[in-house]
């Protein structure tokens, strides 16, 4: 049981390079989440997604873009990357009740040079 | 906007010593409480929960948390802590969104081991 599968683990990138991160869950599960993860900040949410082909913005979503094309698949994008950007970043899914678990991937490490 | 405190950035606590990490939140409702423990390297897993009842819910790996409305708190303890306890500890609640539910959380409290 993979649970939650995030790809790349480790990626450097150079200022205005584009790439995505792709994240995978095989647990049928509605919701699926990307955080990114700074030092002394936590947690804090990107975007999210309630559904195939439905995504929402959260807490930090500027320079990122999300897609939902299929229900276990949710992709994170940077269009042109910035040093600002370097950090771990953490997807999740759960059901679709907010008193559904979490579950989390193991994160990709990005550095943006 | 609902928030998560955690006071504490870093604790220090020798083997085999009690352990309480902090947490307060704010929250118009009743919340729904997490505990998150992160190992170096590693994704989030996820300790204990607290929805609603028993103001003091058991978890994995011995730990505890209760819930106390009074003072918007839901510290994580545990009796007897072990080195591999050493990691990083992130309280949250589950908020509703417009377009869905999701978790805010601290900003984390780092734990080490002493022998």
């Known amino acids: 049981n993979a649970g939650v599968t995030q790809t790349p683990k480790f990626r450097v990138l150079k200022t205005g390079q584009s790439m995505t991160l792709l994240c995978a869950q095989d647990?049928?599960?509605?919701?699926m989440y990307w955080y990114r993860q700074d030092p002394g900040m936590g947690l804090r949410l990107i975007h999210y997604s309630v559904g195939e082909g439905t995504t929402a913005k959260g807490e930090v979503p500027d320079g990122y873009n999300v897609s939902r094309l299929k229900k276990q698949n949710f992709l994170l994008g940077l269009e042109s990357a910035a040093p600002s950007q370097t950090s771990v970043y953490f997807c999740?899914?759960?059901?679709?009740?907010?008193?559904?678990?979490?579950?989390f991937g193991a994160g990709t490490r990005l550095s943006v040079l | 906007a609902q928030s998560v405190t955690q006071p504490d950035i870093h604790i220090t606590v020798s083997e085999g010593a009690s352990l309480e990490l902090r947490c307060n939140y704010s929250?118009?409702?009743?919340?729904?409480l997490f505990w998150y423990v992160q190992s170096p390297g590693q994704g989030l897993q996820l300790l204990l929960k607290y929805f609603s009842g028993d103001t003091l819910v058991q978890g994995i790996k011995g730990f505890e948390a209760e819930f106390k409305r009074s003072q918007s708190s839901f510290n994580l303890r545990k009796p007897s802590v072990h080195w591999s306890d050493a990691a990083e500890y992130f309280c949250a609640v589950g908020e509703v969104f417009q377009a869905g539910t999701a978790l805010i959380f601290g900003k984390g409290t780092t734990l080490s081991v002493s022998s």
């Open positions: 929250y118009g409702a009743t919340p729904y």
């Open positions: 647990m049928n599960h509605e919701y």
């Open positions: 999740a899914s759960s059901g679709w009740d907010v008193k559904n678990i979490q579950y």
